[in-house]
């Protein structure tokens, strides 16, 4: 991925994605900037940073497994909580 902001929300705007999956938010400030912009209708965040990303009106839903999950953990987060059955690993797919 270029590391110039510019082209990659173009190419994000180009794309027309209908959901666009952050992985983590908050550990690097280009991620973060892209978030910020809304450029897809439908936001999400995984756990690659296992905490709320505190924006409600940028991350719709966080993704995460209900082995993760403690008992009410849908009141730790400010996007809906989306948990699965299943625990995954995104470093497994690169």
Known sequence: ????????????ID??????????????????????LRLAPIQCMA????????LPAIIDYFLSSE????????YHYTGKPCTFAWCWDFLSYY
């Open 1 to 12: 991925m270029p590391n110039n902001l510019e082209q990659i929300c173009q190419q994000v």
């Open 15 to 36: 794309d027309r994605l209908d959901v666009l999956i952050f992985p983590e938010l908050g550990m690097d400030a280009t991620t973060l900037c892209i978030a910020g």
């Open 47 to 54: 756990w690659g940073q296992p905490v709320t990303s505190g």
């Open 67 to 74: 082995l993760m999950e403690p008992v009410n953990g849908q």
